[in-house]
C-alpha cells in the first residue's frame, strides 16, 4: 500500500485549515500523514492545527517563531518528507474524494511516472460550495508538459492536484526563491524534463478563490507577473536545456507566446482607455521578442487567415 506525505503550509489561514486538511484525512489512502506548517500567523491558526493533531495521531505541527515566507515553508515541507508520495497543499484549497488513490494508482503501476496532475474546480467562496462528483472513474495520459506550457506560456498545473513521487521531488529540488511568483510553474517544467508526467482526467481539487489570497497581489501588478513567468523560463531552460533535445525550439517558442500574450493585454488595456498601462505593456513584448515591432500578433494572424482562405 502506498505512503503519501500531506504538507499543509499556513499563514493566517486559520478559518480554512480544518476544511483543508479535514479533506486529506478522509482520502481513502489508509498509511497517510499530514504535517501542518503554520509561518507565523497572527490568527487562531496554530492553535487550529494543534486542536487537528489531538484530535487525529496522523497530523503533526511545526510552527515558526518568525515568518519564514511561503518559499522556504514549502521547502521545508519536502525535505520533510519521506513517503513514497508528496503533496503540498495549500490551507485554503480542498482535495476531491479519491484524489491520492488515482494519482498513486498511476504511479504505482508507472515507475517513470514522477507528477501527476488532474483537474481543479474554481471556487469563488462568496457562492455555494460546488458539487462534486463521486466515485468518478477516471483515465489518465503521459503529458509532455513543456510543450504544453512553451506554446502556451502559462502555468497548467493546478497546483493543489499536483502529486509527486517523493523521490523525484528531491531529485529535482524544491522551489527557487528567486522565482516568488512562479516557483511552482517553473518547478513543474523540471518535472517534465526529468520523469514522465500524466495528466489524469478527474477532478483532483478545489482551488479556493478569496479576498484574502495571498496570490491577490501577485496579479494586482500583471506586468510584474508576466515577467516572472519569463524569468521562470529562462531559469527552466538555463539548468535543464541540455536534458531536452529540442530546448532551443522550445526556449524561442516560449518567448514568443509570452511576448504575444503581453502583447495583446496591451492592446485590451489601451481599448479600456487605459493608454499609459497598455502602451507600458505592448512595449514590454517587444522588448520580449523584438520580432514585434515589425509583426504584430493580430497582422500575423491576418496573413495566417488569408493563407488559409486561399488554400480553400
Not at 201 to 210: E, G
Not at 238 to 249: A, H, K, L, Q, V
Amino acid at each position: 500500500m502506498a505512503k503519501v506525505d500531506v504538507v499543509v503550509p499556513c499563514y493566517n489561514y486559520g478559518h480554512f485549515l480544518a476544511a483543508c486538511v479535514e479533506s486529506v484525512l478522509r482520502q481513502s489512502v489508509s498509511d497517510l500523514r499530514v504535517l501542518i506548517v503554520d509561518d507565523a500567523s497572527s490568527d487562531e491558526s496554530l492553535a487550529v492545527a494543534r486542536r487537528l493533531a489531538r484530535d487525529d495521531s496522523r497530523v503533526t505541527v511545526i510552527s515558526h517563531t518568525r515568518n519564514r515566507g511561503h518559499i522556504e515553508t514549502y521547502n521545508e515541507g519536502i525535505a520533510w518528507a519521506s513517503a513514497d508520495y508528496f503533496l503540498l497543499l495549500s490551507a485554503d484549497d480542498i482535495l476531491v474524494d479519491g484524489a491520492l488513490q488515482r494519482a498513486t494508482e498511476v504511479m504505482d503501476a508507472n515507475s517513470d511516472v514522477g507528477l501527476t496532475y488532474g483537474k481543479s474546480i474554481l471556487w469563488f467562496d462568496y457562492l455555494p460550495f460546488p458539487d462534486l462528483p463521486s466515485n468518478e472513474t477516471y483515465t489518465w495520459v503521459r503529458h509532455d508538459l513543456i510543450t504544453e506550457m512553451c506554446a502556451t506560456s502559462r502555468n497548467v498545473v493546478p497546483t493543489p492536484t499536483a502529486i509527486a513521487r517523493t523521490q523525484c521531488q528531491k531529485a529535482i529540488g524544491g522551489y527557487r526563491a528567486s522565482l516568488p511568483h512562479t516557483a511552482d510553474m517553473e518547478m513543474w517544467l523540471r518535472f517534465g524534463a526529468n520523469c514522465s508526467v500524466a495528466k489524469i482526467d478527474a477532478v483532483q481539487a478545489v482551488y479556493r478563490r478569496h479576498s484574502t489570497a495571498m496570490s491577490n497581489a501577485y496579479f494586482d501588478d500583471r506586468m510584474s507577473d508576466l515577467r516572472q513567468c519569463r524569468l521562470a523560463f529562462d531559469s527552466f531552460f538555463e539548468d535543464c536545456g541540455n536534458r531536452i533535445s529540442n530546448s532551443r525550439r522550445l526556449k524561442t517558442l516560449a518567448r514568443q507566446t509570452l511576448a504575444h500574450r503581453v502583447f495583446r493585454s496591451g492592446v485590451g488595456l489601451v481599448r479600456r482607455g487605459r493608454f499609459r498601462e497598455g502602451f507600458n505593456f505592448i512595449r514590454g513584448s517587444m522588448q520580449m521578442d523584438p520580432w514585434l515591432c515589425y509583426l504584430p500578433p493580430f497582422w500575423r494572424d491576418e496573413f495566417r487567415n488569408r493563407g488559409l482562405k486561399a488554400q480553400e
